[in-house]
């Protein structure tokens, strides 16, 4: 799997993109992988804050529900109302189209902290 | 792959739903080797296993198997099981893989009858092919008239050049055939079958869809619907329970509770607001915890999250409306008939 080479991972397999303080954020291929057929996606609605490590949603898939955490915190602009209706787009592109949240990030330097896709990419190996 | 009573067994190979739906509309292998086997030999095997378990092992004919329990004298489960009679004086028990040295040790201490109680896991692999082409399929590997095979019987023969037993058993609520063969032998006989029935679309299937296809049938899994602490009737498993066929270990107890009546009964339910119950959520027929979800998940074949729960009888009806707490949020269901799908005939 191609892990985008501009995202940074956390080690419960999130992603997050930064552009001019947006943070976007959400599950990798190897999360999408391991959860299996995805049936429901729950997100906090904007203007919602989440903090960095802390839960801001969950991902349920037939055989389990799972947690998401925030790789970096800050106040919630959108969320990805696609996944309300097609929960299954997250199974087929986790990367694109299937982001879950944007947040405006309160601390845009826990960025570079985060794995790099080499890193992540190593990371997941070793796990599988 | 997880860990599954000391096996490593795969949760899904091309995915849950996937599976799923193969098994219901086409073909699907599952390697069940985990599952253990007793078998109990000797001029009084009949009255052992009449002894040890729940149904009337007198009324089977050889070739013939059925659906058990093995109860405490409390009246709980120590298992639920297959009981095949392979001859007058040889039965042929299926039991579940993480119970078998316990089903062992328990038959073997009421062995009163003087029988060879033998732990014959070590000598079976077993492989299920289930779904509308499960026949077709298997067919094409053996000489064996398996049309002839009716529902829960099987026979001795040969698949692929190899000795095995045939069962027309399952657990996903489709046609199909358990396979009991010699271990060496599995991993080729598995091939064989994915081989043959690659022209019907055959696809391995892990535990994730045996789960959600025997969930679908409303058939119980031991640790979830049915364990110690719960009876057969509990279990709305009375059917399995022959109390005019003499003493078996837990009778006394039974008695009891069917004179008592019961408090608790084990229910379907249907999702009405959005979510999924899990395994041991909290049910509230009536705003107050008074029950727990035994299985819940997603019910491919049917587009609903469905699931089978503990609550008190009398709420057990069809139509009744209960709150089931998932995460912090009391979510809406209905009771509804089991099972939740039955296959086309």
């Given amino acids: 799997m191609n892990y985008p080479e501009k995202y940074r991972y956390t080690k419960e397999h999130e992603w997050v993109a930064l552009e001019d303080g947006i943070a976007t954020i959400g599950i990798t291929h190897h999360a999408q992988s391991e959860l299996g057929d995805i049936v429901y996606v729950d997100l906090p609605k904007p203007g919602a804050s989440v903090e960095k490590g802390k839960t801001f949603g969950s991902v349920e898939s037939v055989k389990a529900v799972s947690d998401i955490y925030a790789p970096v915190g800050g106040e919630v602009t959108e969320a990805n109302d696609l996944l309300a209706t097609k929960p299954e787009k997250l199974n087929e592109d986790p990367h694109g189209a299937a982001w879950l949240i944007r947040v405006r990030a309160s601390n845009p330097e826990e960025f570079p902290h985060l794995m790099d896709a080499a890193e992540y990419q190593t990371y997941v190996g070793a796990e599988s | ?345």
């Fill in chain 2, 1 to 345: 792959m997880v860990d599954f009573g000391g096996w490593d067994m795969p949760v899904q190979y091309t995915g849950i739903v996937d599976e799923h739906n193969t098994v219901r509309t086409a073909v699907g292998l599952f390697d069940v080797s985990h599952m253990g086997e007793i078998e109990i030999r000797g001029p009084e095997a009949l009255k052992l296993v009449d002894y040890v378990s729940t149904n009337a092992a007198s009324r089977l004919a050889v070739g013939q198997a059925h659906y058990s329990g093995l109860l405490y004298e409390h009246g709980g489960f120590v298992d639920d099981i297959l009981v095949h009679k392979v001859a007058a004086d040889s039965y042929f028990l299926c039991v579940n893989a993480s119970n078998q040295e316990k089903d062992f040790e328990h038959i073997r201490a009421h062995n009163k009858f003087d029988c060879e109680v033998d732990f014959a896991s070590p000598r079976y692999a077993q492989i299920a092919i289930q779904g509308p082409k499960a026949l077709e399929v298997l067919s094409r590997l053996t000489s064996i008239d398996l049309a002839a095979i009716r529902y829960y019987w099987f026979v001795d023969g040969v698949v692929s050049g190899f000795n095995v037993r045939v069962a027309r058993t399952g657990y996903t609520g489709e046609d199909g055939f358990e396979i009991y063969v010699t271990p060496g032998q599995a991993v080729n006989l598995w091939g064989q079958l994915i081989e043959a029935g690659a022209p019907f679309g055959i696809k391995p299937c892990g535990l994730g869809a045996r789960n959600t296809l025997r969930l679908e049938a409303a058939m119980s899994l031991y640790g979830h619907e049915i364990g110690a602490s719960i009876t057969p009737f509990d279990a709305g498993l009375g059917w399995i329970v022959k109390m005019d066929k003499g003493d078996f270990i837990g009778r006394d107890a039974l008695v009891k509770q069917k004179e008592k009546g019961r408090t608790r009964a084990l229910a379907g339910f249907e999702m009405k607001g959005r979510g999924i119950a899990r395994d041991g959520y909290e049910v509230f027929p009536d705003g107050f915890n008074a029950g727990w979800v035994t299985s819940g998940s997603p019910a491919p074949t049917l587009g609903k999250n469905i699931g089978l729960c503990f609550l008190p009888a009398d709420r057990a009806k069809v139509g009744e409306k209960i709150g089931i707490l998932i995460r912090n949020q009391t979510v809406e269901a209905e009771i509804a008939p089991t099972p939740f799908y039955r296959r086309p005939k």
